[in-house]
T-cell receptor, first 111, second 111 residues
Framework: AQSVAQPEDQVNVAEGNPLTVKCTYSVSGNPYLFWYVQYPNRGLQFLLKYITGDNLVKGSYGFEAEFNKSQTSFHLKKPSALVSDSALYFCAVRDLDKIIFGKGTRLHILP | DAGVIQSPRHEVTEMGQEVTLRCKPISGHNSLFWYRQTMMRGLELLIYFNNNVPIDDSGMPEDRFSAKMPNASFSTLKIQPSEPRDSAVYFC?????????FGSGTQLSVL
């Protein structure tokens, strides 16, 4: 079965600094990978996806993610963090017709 | 489109009572998913439907849980009888195959 792991429960970053939220995956075949974000009292929102093509995927709100096949990683990145980026971030993988989520990483951007 | 609509937003009930959660997916989406979110377990997939047909209900925790999708525009998740450990946020999501669109969730508290 496909799965993703987010090794960090929480990440703290100072505003203006680059941020990275880590994700590793375990799949058989070609991976379909996603990042979603959840703001307080809201449902998850799609940020970006990787299916095939360029290893660097650009998404919403200035976020990007780098697919690394040799390290089986799909880390989420942003060059300069904003306080408004503070939220819960989920990495996810498609397994047939369903999407399986990681446990989530809470990102705190410190003013 | 108004997005995925869930009702109620909040539900407080007593142990043993029946609870029904409702979801209206985005028009034209042919897949519908029910997820449960808790601090301890994160985001768990309970069941999903393709073209109104239940495909995988392996995530449904017990026989007390049941889900239906009588038509393309409506789904219910029922818990009977409810227990305090069912307290969680329940999300419905619909998909156009590329990505998931989530509702705002139902916050369920079973006393």
């Amino acid at each position: 079965a496909q799965s993703v792991a987010q090794p960090e429960d929480q990440v703290n970053v100072a505003e203006g600094n680059p941020l990275t939220v880590k994700c590793t995956y375990s799949v058989s075949g070609n991976p379909y990978l996603f990042w979603y974000v959840q703001y307080p009292n809201r449902g998850l929102q799609f940020l970006l996806k990787y299916i095939t093509g360029d290893n660097l995927v650009k998404g919403s709100y200035g976020f990007e993610a780098e697919f690394n096949k040799s390290q089986t990683s799909f880390h989420l990145k942003k060059p300069s963090a904003l306080v408004s980026d503070s939220a819960l971030y989920f990495c996810a993988v498609r397994d047939l017709d369903k999407i399986i989520f990681g446990k989530g990483t809470r990102l705190h951007i410190l003013p | 489109d108004a997005g995925v609509i869930q009702s109620p937003r909040h539900e407080v009930t007593e142990m043993g009572q029946e609870v029904t959660l409702r979801c209206k997916p985005i028009s034209g989406h042919n897949s519908l998913f029910w997820y449960r979110q808790t601090m301890m377990r994160g985001l768990e997939l309970l069941i999903y439907f393709n073209n109104n047909v239940p495909i995988d209900d392996s995530g449904m925790p017990e026989d007390r849980f049941s889900a239906k999708m009588p038509n393309a525009s409506f789904s219910t998740l029922k818990i009977q009888p409810s227990e305090p450990r069912d307290s969680a946020v329940y999300f419905c999501a619909s998909s156009n195959r590329e990505k998931l669109f989530f509702g705002s969730g139902t916050q369920l508290s079973v006393l």
